[in-house]
């Protein structure tokens, strides 16, 4: 594998073990011509997903995306990176499983809120705003209230 930090063609896996959850083998690899280190995921991609956007455009499911948009709601919060691995390992686990090659979005949307309301409340609201596309602050109020009522 190329090394992302010099581009050097060839690099050398130190240690190889399968995640805590078992979705993927991380390998941590070492670069021998500027001797940087990184890790490396290696998951099995049952088919490939489309997701339906609510514009009625395609596009193929990007993992990283879904990666980036759950590290956004948990930034500076109480939720570490295995934890955020198991979230979308088990969405995309979920999604695969399904039997459907196209998704919509909002299915998705669901399952992620889903996921961060029994890890984090704060992390769940702030995924809400942006994928409920909260424009007020009385938005935020209406979630919020409904979260109280819905945990009482």
């Known amino acids: 594998m190329r090394c992302p930090f010099c581009g050097h063609d060839d690099s050398q896996v ?11 083998i991380r390998r941590r690899r070492f670069c021998g011509a500027c001797g940087s280190r990184w890790t490396t ?6 088919r490939d997903l489309m997701v339906l956007k609510s514009d009625s455009k395609k596009e193929l499911f990007d993992r990283d995306k879904l990666v980036r948009s759950i590290r956004i709601a948990v930034r500076k919060r109480p939720v570490d990176e295995e934890q ?6 088990s969405i995309q686990r979920r999604l695969e499983t399904m039997g459907e090659s196209e998704i ?7 399952l992620v809120m889903e996921a961060l309301a029994n890890i984090d409340q704060v ?14 602050a009385k938005d935020f109020e209406e979630f919020v209230g409904q979260l ?4 009482n």
């Open 14 to 24: 130190k240690d190889s073990r399968p995640t805590e959850d078992g979705a993927a």
């Open 148 to 151: 109280s009522v819905d945990h």
């Open 123 to 136: 992390a769940y609201v702030r995924f809400a705003s942006v994928y409920r596309n909260f424009r007020e």
């Open 41 to 46: 995921f290696e998951r099995v991609q049952i």
């Open 84 to 89: 955020v691995e198991r979230i979308v390992n």
């Open 104 to 110: 919509p979005s909002a299915h998705i949307g669901e």
